[in-house]
């Protein structure tokens, strides 16, 4: 039974920050965070209203809480490259994304939401795509997690983020 828990929370496994990161590993991630936006809507095309408020999991997320957390997260996920592109190291600020799952707003269409994702993940990619080696160096520090993150570790956390989630909407799907 903890193994299928297991693997329903994490169906695509746990993310682990990579030793080593090449180029072509940078270039793959870039390439699931920009295709995370069509493979969503792919994922959701022709889904039963009723399923977008089914958890993918006991005491998980619906598909329609997961998806406005995409938004919320890929935007923050946005605004921390920002940061780190345009100060030192900066520190940013975390929020508390199980009690935002909860806002009001998460109970609305996904529509406005899957909007979001497609006009940040555009922003996101093509400022990814111009980014230096030494760019990839630069760092911003979570204090919730006491840890400093380099924007390339962060591309490869947000990738996997990406295709996480994605496979939670599959999961109610299948």
């Not at 792919?42 to 958890?55: R, S």
């Not at 809480?65 to 920002?82: E, G, K, T, Y």
């Not at 935002?100 to 400022?127: E, F, K, T």
């Amino acid at each position: 039974m903890e193994n299928n828990i297991e693997h329903l929370k994490y169906p695509t496994g746990r993310w682990a920050k990579p030793e080593i990161i090449t180029p072509d590993m940078r270039q793959g991630w870039i390439n699931d965070i920009s295709m995370l936006p069509e493979r969503l809507e792919a994922a959701l095309a022709g889904m039963p209203e009723a399923k977008f408020d089914t958890p993918y999991r006991p005491g998980g997320w619906t598909v329609r809480q997961v998806v406005h957390h995409l938004a919320d997260s890929h935007l923050n996920a946005h605004c921390r490259i920002r940061l780190a592109l345009t100060e030192d190291n900066p520190t940013i600020k975390p929020y508390l994304e199980a009690q935002w799952a909860l806002l009001p707003d998460n109970q609305l269409p996904v529509d406005g939401s899957l909007d979001i994702i497609r006009a940040v993940h555009h922003r996101w990619v093509y400022l990814l795509k111009t980014l230096t080696e030494s760019d990839f160096q630069r760092t911003y520090f979570h204090p919730e997690q006491g840890k400093t993150f380099t924007l390339e570790a962060m591309t490869s956390l947000y990738a996997w983020h990406s295709n996480h989630h994605l496979a939670h909407v599959k999961l109610v799907m299948s």
